[in-house]
Each structure stands twice: as structure tokens, then as C-alpha cells.
């Protein structure tokens, strides 16, 4: 399912105009998206939560040189599944 189809799906199931369900999703997207960039979780009751995960930095290996070369820090997002979710994927 894609970003389309989901909108197409929220607006039938929420009985709204394709319009009004683009501008919930983009404005939920974009929500969860400043929260994460202020170092906040965001935590959705039964469907899971969103966080910031850092991944310290490691020395690598340049494929094409061989050299050894250092892999900053960086911050990735990261979603953890919740209860609700999980049983109702497995049901």
C-alpha cells in the first residue's frame, strides 16, 4: 500500500473528502516528524511508538580503497510496534 492508497483507505473508513484526509495524514507525518527532531517519543497507545535511536560511531572499511575510514555518530528513527498492533496482525 502506498502513500495514495492509504489516504484512500483513512478517507473511506472516516466517511471524509480525499482533501480532508491529505491534510490530516500530511499534518500527523508532519507532527511526529518535529517531535522526533526535538528529541521527543511519540507514543500512540495501542498502535506503538516513534523514537530516536543513535548509532555510535564505528570505523568501516572503504570497499573500493580498502582504507579504514570512521562512520559518524548519527540519529535514526525508529518504530516499536505495540501490543494492540502485534495481536492484530497475528489474528
Given at each position: 500500500m502506498n502513500k495514495s492508497e492509504?489516504?484512500?483507505a483513512i478517507a473511506r473508513e472516516a466517511g471524509v473528502s480525499l482533501s480532508d484526509a491529505s491534510k490530516v495524514f500530511?499534518?500527523?507525518?508532519?507532527?511526529?516528524t518535529k517531535a522526533l527532531k526535538?528529541?521527543?517519543?511519540?507514543?500512540?497507545?495501542g498502535f506503538g511508538t516513534f523514537s530516536v535511536?543513535?548509532?555510535?560511531q564505528t570505523t568501516g572499511r572503504?570497499?573500493?580503497t580498502g582504507?579504514?575510514?570512521v562512520i559518524p555518530?548519527?540519529?535514526?528513527?525508529?518504530?516499536?510496534a505495540g501490543k494492540?498492533?502485534?495481536d492484530g496482525i497475528l489474528s
Open positions: 492509504l489516504i484512500s500530511d499534518a500527523t507525518v508532519s507532527v511526529i526535538a528529541g521527543d517519543k511519540v507514543q500512540v497507545i535511536r543513535v548509532r555510535s572503504n570497499p573500493r582504507e579504514s575510514m555518530e548519527s540519529r535514526i528513527p525508529a518504530f516499536k494492540s498492533l502485534r
